[in-house]
């Protein structure tokens, strides 16, 4: 686990990533992270990775049966 320090950017705030992660993923300035909302609070992820791609499958079938979904939730 890794804990994120938000900083200050203008109006702004910013997750400072840890040195070892950004080494780890060959992250640099500009490079694009996308983060997805769940139960158990936020996901982080690289765009095009395995775990970007579960995550968006994951929130195309809610949308997609999001009825189905909230029945089965009432069961």
Partial sequence: MHRLK???VGENLAA?????IVARHGLKAGD???MYATDE????AIP????????RAGLRIMADHREVLSQLAKS
């Fill in 16 to 20: 400072e990533l840890p040195p070892d």
């Fill in 6 to 8: 938000l900083i200050p």
């Fill in 48 to 55: 095009g990775t395995p775990l970007d791609e579960q995550l």
């Fill in 32 to 34: 694009d992270l996308v």
């Fill in 41 to 44: 609070g936020w996901k982080i």
